[in-house]
T-cell receptor, first 118, second 116 residues
């Protein structure tokens, strides 16, 4: 049973460039969430995709955008890169569940993509 | 707004000692979830436990145990007889109930080092 996979593992870009990160969810999962983790900090929620739509968004500028494909995989795009965008980008997958509190599903994380902006 | 505080930035203990990682949370919701994740040097967040706000039973899983106390808004994590493999950064996280799968709000993490 394959877990969450992300590509690439590492990436180096320069300021002003654009980057695309990719994520394949765990088998059986249909929801993908993206988090940014700066060095020494906890992960910060960027956005979440379900049914190819952005369902929730954290406090990130429009330079951060995403997409979800019919096979549930997802991309995170960042335009006009800034030095401050250097971080570990984590993808998490889960199964979208509606209903009582006991039915909420856990998010499982991938290994992340380390982005360095020079 | 929800918030998670992990006041212990770094902890070092000698192998086989017990260690407790503290987590204090804030939320206006009466229905919420609490999580602990482990992040080894490889970077991947490994899920350890999920608790909902209506279940205050403490849980034990092998050498790991969790103490959830709503009265003090705390969800502490204890490792008994620590091992070198327990060295990692540990994150506590909070998710409010609602439509679908809500975002996780993480604390800043506690770096645990087990000294052989």
């Amino acid at each position: 049973d394959a877990g969450v996979t992300q590509s690439p593992t590492h990436l180096i870009k320069t300021r002003g460039q654009q980057v695309t990160l990719r994520c394949s969810p765990k088998s059986g999962h249909d929801t993908v969430s993206w988090y940014q983790q700066a060095l020494g900090q906890g992960p910060q929620f960027i956005f979440q995709y379900y049914e190819e739509e952005e369902r929730q968004r954290g406090n990130f500028p429009d330079r951060f955008s995403g997409h979800q494909f019919p096979n549930y995989s997802s991309e995170l795009n960042v335009n006009a890169l800034l030095l401050g965008d250097s971080a570990l980008y984590l993808c998490a997958s889960s199964l979208w569940v509606l209903g009582p509190i006991g039915a909420k599903e856990t998010q499982y994380f991938g290994p992340g993509t380390r982005l360095l902006v020079l | 707004a929800q918030k998670v505080t992990q006041a212990q930035t770094e902890i070092s203990v000698v192998e086989k000692e017990d260690v407790t990682l503290d987590c204090v949370y804030e939320t206006r919701d009466t229905t919420y979830y609490l999580f602990w994740y482990k992040q080894p040097p490889s970077g991947e967040l490994v899920f350890l436990i999920r608790r909902n706000s209506f279940d205050e039973q403490n849980e034990i899983s092998g050498r790991y145990s969790w103490n959830f106390q709503k009265s003090t808004s705390s969800f502490n994590f204890t490792i008994t007889a620590s091992q070198v493999v327990d060295s990692a950064v540990y994150f506590c996280a909070l998710s409010e109930a609602g439509f679908g799968n809500e975002k996780l709000t993480f604390g800043t993490g506690t770096r645990l080092t087990i000294i052989p």
